[in-house]
RNA sequence: GUCCCGUUCGUCUAGAGGCCUAGGACACCUGGUUUUCAUCCAGGCAACAGGGGUUCGACUCCCCUACGGGAUGCCA
């Protein structure tokens, strides 16, 4: 059968992590059922919903290559249609129009949990038959006995006694329709098959099934996802640290991996851990999703991206990376052995803004040393660095071989430890003790800019000891 | 408080009554490769929340407790 699913941020904050995952299993649900995939905007609520929020969601979507196959809809944009789906559950007898103010319904709650009750309204209004005035809101006439029972994807048969949901409010007294209300509608009207989305919503269906039920509209199919959590076991929020996907992009993470490593979180199929979206859609059953929470570790993260990372032709990696370079004003025009150096360097982090920053001692001079480096290999190496300057000097032909003779050669003639004689060098090189292996780090270079940078950490010594 | 949902190594998970001496992965630790770093390879540490049942047998089924999360809005 064909599914319909939905994606349904309300664009009150960034696209954050837990919101990509239910983006992405109802992505790949619709995919894998010939269906389609839409994004439809909650934005009911004026106060909160920004334009730069929903676009900050649409687009995290499309770097992620989530796009819906309908234009979203704004439900901002759609009262019309709620006004006329509200005249009819008023015609129906189903709804009714409440005074209570809001100081009322606080005092009702205060006391209710006093007494131990579950705090609701107590439908003071419901047999009331008031008129709409300013101060009314319309509240839907949820049966008070019997149960709402539904059947959920992940967590099989769900049941919530009526009694414990009460008339919940369709309409606010300024006219403008809730969430619950636009949602039910806008589901019938989209022609939703299933509803994939949080499990801070498991209560919220029970709700929604009443109003379809007023409306007499059909039973949705569900599956309520564990909520990612942070490392405080809490869900994850805006509050944390890195709420965006947008900062992940931002850190160098692919997209690929990014959607790679929110599948595996609550999701395995067997052992395998690398894998696309076009895996997912293979392999993935949202049957077989955990139940409970899962916190999200940014170190398994690192180690994806590192895979996804390794994978890329170097082509592909190259243009990755390009935004990156630009971060650290590096033009890679500027060298004609560009590729070799991203080539040498490309497995030196696992995140492109971090192998982006590794790559500037590669295009811009050295402007400081590593203090601890320093401090353990290049003081007292004066004579080593002097020694074998004059040695590489000396070579006729610049290319990786001829300079692992001359190191070689070097290190037998000084009678020195290996560290002892490449450390020097790769911290006049690079300001740090890390790099690729030495012949090749010096082949990166010119052979004037090595001898250069031998006398600025010459220099320097000189300077500081 | 009340209701709902959940609970296997630090973390993500495998496990549908005997295949479990509980498997894999990340992290961590130890070795090896690499002249450093990263990669790679080998090995190691480490879990069924607790208590009752049911059963010849329970990580798997049932109940209770504990703990965690969610909901309880004129937010979505």
């Not at 699913?5 to 696209?15: E, Q, V």
């Not at 509050?239 to 959607?259: A, C, E, K, M, N």
């Not at 060298?335 to 192998?355: E, P, V, Y």
Request: proline share 4%; aromatic share 8%.
């Amino acid at each position: 059968m064909t599914k319909i699913t939905r994606f349904a941020p309300s664009p009150t904050g960034n696209l954050h992590i837990g919101g990509v995952r239910t983006a992405l299993f109802n992505y790949v649900y619709a995919k894998q059922n010939n269906g389609k995939f839409l994004i439809r905007i909650e934005d009911t609520d004026a106060e909160r919903s920004t334009r730069e929020f929903e676009e900050n969601i649409i687009n995290g979507l499309k770097v992620l290559d989530i796009v819906s196959d309908e234009t979203p809809i704004r439900q901002s944009e759609r009262f019309n249609e709620y006004q006329e789906k509200t005249n009819e559950i008023i015609n129906s007898g189903k709804a009714y129009y409440c005074e209570c103010s809001k100081d009322r319904l606080d005092e009702i709650r205060s006391l209710q949990q006093q007494q131990g009750l579950k705090p609701q309204y107590d439908g003071k209004c419901r047999d009331l038959n008031l008129e709409k005035s300013e101060n009314t809101v319309l509240r839907l006439k949820t049966p008070q006995e019997g149960a709402s029972i539904f059947n959920d994807l992940i967590r099989g048969e769900v049941i919530f006694q009526n009694n414990e949901l009460d008339d919940l409010i369709l309409v606010r007294s300024d006219g403008s329709p809730t969430y619950h209300l636009c949602c039910v509608i806008d589901d019938r009207l989209q022609d939703i098959t299933t509803v994939i989305r949080g499990e801070d919503h498991l209560s919220n269906t029970a709700r929604q099934i009443h109003i379809q039920e007023a409306f007499g509209y059909p039973r949705l199919e569900y599956a309520h996802l564990p909520l990612v959590l942070g490392q405080n076991k809490k869900r994850l929020s805006k509050r944390d640290s890195v709420s965006s996907v947008h900062d992940y992009f931002d850190q160098g993470y692919l997209p690929t991996s990014i959607i790679n490593m929110l599948a595996r979180l609550g999701w395995s199929g067997g052992d395998k851990e690398i894998f696309s979206i076009d895996d997912l859609i293979k392999d993935f059953r949202i049957q077989e999703v955990q139940k409970g929470g899962a916190i999200f570790e940014p170190a398994k993260l690192d180690w994806i991206n590192t895979n996804h990372l390794a994978a890329l032709n170097f082509d592909k990696f190259k243009s990755k990376i390009l935004p990156f370079l630009e971060k650290f004003k590096i033009d890679i025009t500027s060298k004609n052995n560009s590729d070799d150096i991203l080539q040498a360097m490309r497995t030196s982090q696992s995140t492109l803004f971090g192998i982006a920053s590794d790559l500037r001692p590669y295009f811009h001079s050295i402007d400081s040393y590593d203090e601890k480096a320093v401090k353990k290999f290049l003081l007292n190496s004066k004579a080593t660095l002097e020694y074998v300057q004059r040695k590489l000097q000396a070579i006729e032909t610049w290319d990786e071989p001829s300079i692992d003779g001359v190191l070689s050669a070097s290190q037998l003639a000084l009678d020195l430890p290996i560290p002892k004689l490449n450390q020097p060098i790769r911290i006049a090189m690079t300001g740090s003790t890390k790099s690729p292996s030495l012949g090749l780090t010096l082949s990166l270079f010119e052979k004037d800019e090595v001898i250069k940078r031998i006398s600025a950490a010459l220099k320097y010594l000189s300077e500081n000891s």
